[in-house]
């Protein structure tokens, strides 16, 4: 009888399936780089909505603070001391409340009056208005009181929506959970809603070239 030859295996077979192997290999790491990658994206983003609600707070409780200070003043140099405090946060954590609202409006857009004072504004005019008030020797002007007790009752609404953001540490688990966990979405829009309650947010002696300046500065 006639053996039978043993069936000779191309060696075109191995190659491909050594390129086939590679090639999941490859795949498989790619995917994972991007899904890394993709985390900590958003752990990043996650830190700066953590970082700028803590930096609204300090917005906050620092204008309130200081508004109450002058509403108490007697003198111009308590007025001086505490618009000191007041410009110093103005020009600082007052941006953390911008961001807040950006990244909700990126989160969760909504439908909002056409006519919307953004935050940008609204502490602009803020800030120029409390700029002028009380550069005077003696007790505020009754306008001055007034104006003053407006501030007071915004700023402490406004502290009274921040505070109820109570994420303390910014860990990747806290990051992460600022896209699943959006209650300070709804704290930004309720400030959103509370800037545009007033008519108008101005003194009624802030001209527009203070404005200009602030925006400048």
Same mark, same amino acid.
């Given at each position: ?7 000779k295996? +191309?060696?075109?077979?191995? %190659? ?5 192997v =590679?090639?999941?290999?490859y ?10 990658s993709? *985390?900590?994206?958003?752990? /990043? ?14 917005? =906050? ?7 109450q200070?002058?509403?108490a003043?007697s +003198? ?11 410009s ?11 961001d807040?609202? %950006?990244?909700? *409006?990126?989160?969760?857009?909504r ?9 940008f504004?609204?502490?602009?005019? %803020?800030?120029a ?12 002007t009754?306008?001055e009181? =007034? ?13 009274? /929506? ?5 994420v303390?540490?910014?860990t990747?688990?806290?990051s ?6 959006t ?9 959103v809603?509370?800037?545009? /309650?007033?008519?108008? +947010?101005?003194?009624e ?13």
């Amino acid at each position: 009888m006639q053996e039978e030859q043993p069936v000779k295996r +191309s060696w075109f077979t191995g %190659v491909v399936v050594v390129l086939l192997v =590679a090639s999941m290999t490859y795949n498989m790491f790619l995917f994972s780089q991007k899904l890394h990658s993709d *985390q900590r994206e958003r752990v /990043e983003a996650g830190e700066r909505i953590i970082h700028a609600a803590w930096d609204t707070k300090l917005y =906050a409780e620092t204008i309130l603070s200081q508004t109450q200070t002058l509403m108490a003043s007697s +003198s111009l140099e308590e007025r001086i001391m505490a618009k000191q405090e007041l410009s110093y946060a103005f020009g600082n954590s007052a941006q953390g409340l911008q961001d807040l609202i %950006v990244a909700a *409006q990126e989160q969760e857009p909504r439908d909002l009056p056409s006519q919307l004072r953004d935050a940008f504004t609204f502490m602009k005019e %803020v800030e120029a208005s409390l700029r002028i008030i009380g550069n005077h020797e003696g007790q505020l002007t009754g306008p001055e009181r =007034a104006y003053l007790a407006q501030v007071e009752s915004w700023y402490t609404r406004l502290l009274e /929506e921040i505070t109820a953001f109570d994420v303390t540490r910014a860990t990747q688990q806290e990051s992460l959970l600022m896209f699943t966990d959006t209650e300070w979405v709804d704290i930004a829009y309720a400030m959103v809603s509370i800037m545009n /309650e007033p008519d108008t +947010s101005l003194y009624e002696g802030v001209e527009e070239s203070e404005l200009e300046t602030n925006t400048d500065s």
